[in-house]
C-alpha cells in the first residue's frame, strides 16, 4: 500500500495561499488521494479527495501531477482558523472501503 | 452533508472499569465503521474495522478483548475499553462512510483514566 510523505510543519500568513506538498510516489492505478485537518482535539475534517484529475471545492483546490506521484493541497486564502495539522493519505486496496492509514501530517500555522 | 456524532465527548473513569463510547451516523447508513486511537501529538492509529452484523477486524496489536466493538445496526458502533487502565487514555476517533468517496469521521472522545 502506498505511503505519504509530508513536510512536518509549514507557516503561512493570514490571507495568502497555502500550498501543502505530498509525496506519494508509490500509488497505485487505482488509489484515491485524500487530505485531511484536524484541529486540536477534533476530529479530522474532511477536505477534498482526488483520483487523477485537479479537484477544487469550496474549502481548497488539490493538483495532483500526471505521473500522479504527488499532489498539493492548496489553500487559497488562509485564516487563522486553518491552523492545523493536514493529513495527505492514499486510499488502502482492501475489502474494507474507506480504510485509512494515517501519516505524521504537517503542522500548519497560519499567523496574522 | 454527513455527521457522525461520538458520545461522549470526555469521559473520566478509575482504573479497572469499563467504558462504552458510541458512534452514529446521523444521516446515512454506514455499512463498515472505523475506529481510531489517537496519542498527545501523534498521528491517529487505525484500531479496527467494524462491519454492521459481523464480527470486527482488529489490527495488528490491538487487543479485541480490551477493545470490544459491536455495530449493531447501520447507524450505530460502540467501542467498549474494558478494564480500564491509564495506558488506555487516549483520543478515540470512529470514521464511516455514506459510500459517496467521502469518509467522516466523529469528533473524538476523550477517555482519561485515573
Known amino acids: 500500500d502506498a505511503k505519504t510523505t509530508q513536510p512536518p510543519s509549514m507557516d503561512c500568513a493570514e490571507g495568502r495561499a497555502a500550498n501543502l506538498p505530498c509525496n506519494h510516489s508509490t500509488i497505485s492505478g487505482n488509489e484515491y488521494v485524500y487530505w485531511y485537518r484536524q484541529i486540536h482535539s477534533q476530529g479530522p475534517q474532511y477536505i477534498i479527495h482526488?483520483?487523477?484529475n485537479n479537484e477544487t471545492n469550496e474549502m481548497a483546490s488539490l493538483i495532483i501531477t500526471e505521473d500522479r506521484k504527488s499532489s498539493t493541497l492548496i489553500l487559497p486564502h488562509a485564516t487563522l482558523r486553518d491552523t492545523a495539522v493536514y493529513y495527505c493519505i492514499v486510499r488502502l486496496r482492501t475489502d474494507s472501503w474507506g480504510k485509512l492509514q494515517f501519516g505524521a501530517g504537517t503542522q500548519v500555522v497560519v499567523t496574522p | 452533508g454527513a455527521v457522525v456524532s461520538q458520545h461522549p465527548s470526555r469521559v473520566i473513569c478509575k482504573s479497572g472499569t469499563s467504558v462504552k463510547i458510541e458512534c452514529r451516523s446521523l444521516?446515512?447508513?454506514?455499512?463498515?465503521m472505523f475506529w481510531y486511537r489517537q496519542f498527545p501529538k501523534k498521528s491517529l492509529m487505525l484500531m479496527a474495522t467494524s462491519n454492521e452484523g459481523s464480527k470486527a477486524t482488529y489490527e495488528q496489536g490491538v487487543e479485541k478483548d480490551k477493545f470490544l466493538i459491536n455495530h449493531a445496526s447501520l447507524t450505530l458502533s460502540t467501542l467498549t475499553v474494558t478494564s480500564a487502565h491509564p495506558e488506555d487514555s487516549s483520543f478515540y476517533i470512529c470514521m464511516c462512510s455514506p459510500n459517496t468517496g467521502e469518509l467522516f469521521f466523529g469528533e473524538g472522545s476523550r477517555l482519561t483514566v485515573l
Open positions: 482526488g483520483l487523477k
Open positions: 444521516d446515512f447508513q454506514a455499512t463498515t
